[in-house]
Structure formats: C-alpha cells, structure tokens
C-alpha cells in the first residue's frame, strides 16, 4: 500500500520556506510516496512540486518585517473568519487524504502566528486511528527565542515523533540555535542542507557572464542592500563590470521603479530570475543576505562571496549563518546595521581579492528526508 505524507509550510517574508518544501515533496513522491504539499503563503509561479500535489489555502503574509500581524491575498488584516476558514481547510485536507505521516515545516520550533490552525491539527493528528507519525522539518537555523518561548516551543515538540534538521551538524548543529534537553536530542535527525545541483560555468557572453549578481531572495526585504550596491559600485575595483541587481518579487514596486531610476549604465535592476544558479556560476561575485536556499546556491557556484544578512526585528538566523561562514574564510560579512557604500565596497573588494575556500558540507537533504521518513513507515530505525 503506497504510503502517505502531508506536509504543511507556510512563508511570511521570503520564499525559503516553501522552496526547501517542495524539494522535499519531490523527493517523497519520486520514492513512492503519495505526497500533498498544504502552503498557506502566497504562490510562487515558478515553482517546481513535481508529480507532488499542492493545496493552496487562502494565502497569508507577514505585514511588514517585523512580522507585526497577518495580511491576506488583497493586503487586509486577517481576522477570525479568515481563520476560521483557513483551520477547517487544512483540518478538511487533513481528514480527505488520512496521512501516514504529517510533515509540519518550522512549527513548532516557529509560526506561532499560525497556532489558531496548527494546535488544532496536532491536536487531530495525535487522536487520529491510526496516529501518523508526526514530524518536524526546520532548517538548520532557528530564530532565537526567550526562554519561556523556547520553553513553550519544546513542549509541543516533545509530542511529535521526530525533528527532520535540514542541516549538517559538522557545519553548525541545532543546539547553536536552539537549547535540546535528551529528549529532544533523540528525535532529532540529520540530513544534510537541501539544495539544487551545481550549474556549470557557461561561455562568454552568456547570462551572468563575469558579472556582479547582488540579490535579495525572493521576499519583500532587500531594498536598502540593493541601493547600497548601486552606491558602492564606483568604489570597488570592479565597478567596470556589468552589476546585476535582483530584487525579490515580493519587493514593493515602488521600491524597485527607485532602484531602476537610479541605476547607471552597466547596472541591471530586475526581478528575481528562474536562472539564478546560472548567474552564479558564470558571475565574478555574489553579493546576497544570507538566507538558506541563498548560501546553498553560492556554495555550489564557488563564487566569491559578501553576506549583508538580513538583521530586522531582531532577526539573528542570518547573522549566524554568515558569521560562521566568514570564520571559515568562505565569505565577507557586513552587518546591516554597519551598511554603507564605503563598507560594502570593501569588502567587495577583500573578496575578490581573497581565494574561494571550499567547504565540504551533506547536500542531499530533500532525497535523505524521504529516505528517513519511508524507513520510518516501514517501521524501520532510521539509519545514522
């Protein structure tokens, strides 16, 4: 009997979260598993789930990016009936499909916001007969916590069955992030960063050809670090170069018309491309945050690297990432609180002027997830 596995994700601010969830549907279902992907976050037109089959709730966004409250589809604040209706359709999805397992991304490690509909479904799927397992798939960052919140945060997570870490703890483990008393530690399970296969370096002339890419992930911040990149241009040693600036479709338009208005000759402004992994292969430098699905694609294009990880509200998953990545020599860091033209142009010009340093990280992390979980509904132990 083919077995059955729901995840749910839900995005906020950028794309992240739901592009390291449908890599993991597509795993599930190339190893045989009827999978349904549940998203509660705006669509991504590009995005590709394979054979997997995507439920679209009426989609929800963070209001701006100190995650003050939730937007609709049309910019409203949600309210109750808005929730009420998102929380009898997931609860409906989950009742139709019965899974064998239930995959909840982030929760409950994060998306407090979306407790009116998430309580209930661990609720649901701890009374179901017969119980799915249920677990937790987190990046290999967590956002820190108080403590009371972490507190409340491992309850929950001690009622699910075990923790998918898309990471690989040689680099940084969860407990850099997170505090695991053993009963946490038990459940957790490794598999690597999940991240698309290296591009190859094209010819010259081709799209990203020796190029600067500046980009700012797919969400709705990153305006300040692309100014900042036109600014810094005329100071750098490679201010004869083609910049190419991408600016997150989630980015307010009147923010990108600005950025295009002041940008110079030999400075591209557009929206982020489906090619990006081909402008990094063929670029000269990468200037980027340092978001997960980000850094995985500059690691694999070997590309000369400057971290301005994004810090608003506190924010401290980025800042660790970059951090450790500039200990290892791997990239230039500029903290967004220290961001400005002079700054950012040198240490543009410290990378390139530093060798690339390689780092051996586990990078098969969409098709180990779905090793694990169908080893875990065969009822097998899962295998270190």
Same mark, same amino acid.
């Given at each position: +009997?083919?077995?059955?596995?729901?995840?749910?994700?839900?995005?906020?601010?950028?794309?992240?979260?739901?592009?390291?969830?449908?890599?993991?549907?597509?795993?599930?279902?190339?190893?045989? +598993?009827?999978? #349904?992907?549940?998203?509660?976050?705006?669509?991504?037109?590009?995005?590709?789930?394979?054979?997997?089959?995507?439920?679209?709730?009426?989609?929800?966004?963070?209001?701006?990016?100190?995650?003050?409250?939730?937007?609709?589809?049309?910019?409203?604040?949600?309210?109750?009936? $808005?929730?009420?209706?998102?929380?009898?359709?997931?609860?409906?999805?989950?009742?139709?499909? %019965?899974?064998?397992?239930?995959?909840?991304?982030?929760?409950?490690?994060?998306?407090?916001?979306?407790?009116?509909?998430?309580?209930?479904?661990?609720?649901?799927?701890?009374?179901?007969?017969?119980?799915?397992?249920?677990?937790?798939?987190?990046?290999?960052?967590?956002?820190?916590?108080?403590? +009371?919140?972490?507190?409340?945060?491992?309850?929950?997570?001690?009622?699910?069955?075990?923790?998918?870490?898309?990471?690989?703890?040689?680099?940084?483990?969860?407990?850099?992030?997170?505090?695991?008393?053993?009963? #946490?530690?038990?459940?957790?399970?490794?598999?690597?960063?999940?991240?698309?296969?290296?591009?190859?370096?094209?010819?010259?002339?081709?799209?990203? $050809?020796?190029?600067?890419?500046?980009?700012?992930?797919?969400?709705?911040?990153?305006?300040?670090?692309?100014?900042?990149?036109?600014?810094?241009?005329?100071?750098?040693?490679? %201010?004869?170069?083609? $910049?190419?600036?991408?600016?997150?479709?989630?980015?307010?338009?009147?923010?990108?018309?600005?950025?295009?208005?002041?940008?110079?000759?030999?400075?591209?402004?557009?929206?982020?491309?489906?090619?990006?992994?081909?402008?990094?292969?063929?670029?000269?430098?990468?200037?980027?945050?340092?978001?997960?699905?980000?850094? +995985?694609?500059?690691?694999?294009?070997?590309?000369?690297?400057?971290?301005?990880?994004?810090?608003?509200?506190?924010?401290?998953?980025?800042?660790?990432?970059?951090?450790?990545?500039?200990?290892?020599?791997?990239?230039?860091?500029?903290?967004?609180?220290?961001?400005?033209?002079?700054?950012?142009?040198?240490?543009?010009?410290?990378?390139?002027?530093?060798?690339?340093?390689?780092?051996?990280? %586990?990078?098969?992390?969409?098709?180990?997830?779905?090793?694990?979980?169908?080893? $875990?509904?065969?009822? %097998?132990?899962?295998?270190?």
């Amino acid at each position: +009997m083919t077995q059955r596995v729901l995840i749910y994700v839900q995005h906020l601010l950028g794309s992240g979260h739901l592009r390291r969830a449908a890599a993991l549907a597509r795993a599930c279902e190339t190893s045989g +598993m009827d999978t #349904l992907l549940v998203s509660g976050g705006r669509p991504i037109a590009d995005l590709d789930f394979g054979h997997a089959s995507l439920l679209q709730l009426p989609s929800a966004a963070a209001r701006d990016e100190n995650f003050s409250g939730l937007i609709d589809d049309r910019g409203a604040d949600v309210d109750d009936a $808005w929730r009420v209706a998102r929380r009898d359709a997931l609860l409906t999805a989950f009742a139709k499909f %019965k899974p064998d397992a239930l995959v909840t991304e982030t929760y409950p490690f994060g998306r407090r916001q979306m407790a009116f509909e998430l309580t209930p479904l661990l609720d649901t799927a701890l009374a179901a007969r017969p119980q799915p397992f249920i677990v937790s798939s987190v990046r290999d960052i967590l956002q820190a916590k108080s403590g +009371m919140v972490s507190d409340q945060m491992a309850a929950i997570a001690r009622r699910f069955d075990h923790v998918l870490v898309h990471g690989d703890p040689a680099f940084v483990a969860l407990d850099a992030s997170f505090p695991l008393d053993a009963t #946490l530690a038990a459940k957790i399970a490794y598999t690597g960063y999940i991240a698309e296969p290296a591009e190859a370096r094209g010819a010259v002339g081709d799209p990203g $050809w020796d190029e600067v890419i500046v980009s700012s992930g797919g969400g709705a911040v990153g305006a300040a670090l692309l100014a900042t990149a036109i600014a810094a241009r005329p100071l750098t040693t490679a %201010k004869d170069k083609v $910049w190419r600036l991408l600016a997150g479709g989630e980015l307010p338009g009147g923010d990108f018309a600005r950025l295009q208005a002041t940008a110079p000759q030999g400075v591209i402004v557009e929206r982020a491309r489906t090619d990006f992994r081909r402008l990094l292969a063929n670029g000269r430098l990468s200037v980027s945050q340092a978001g997960y699905n980000t850094v +995985m694609e500059i690691l694999a294009a070997r590309i000369p690297a400057v971290l301005a990880p994004f810090a608003g509200n506190g924010q401290t998953e980025q800042p660790l990432r970059a951090d450790l990545l500039r200990a290892r020599g791997r990239a230039e860091l500029v903290a967004e609180n220290a961001l400005t033209p002079s700054t950012l142009a040198a240490a543009i010009d410290r990378a390139l002027a530093a060798p690339v340093v390689e780092i051996a990280l %586990k990078r098969d992390g969409a098709r180990e997830s779905a090793r694990l979980l169908a080893g $875990w509904l065969a009822g %097998k132990a899962p295998v270190a």
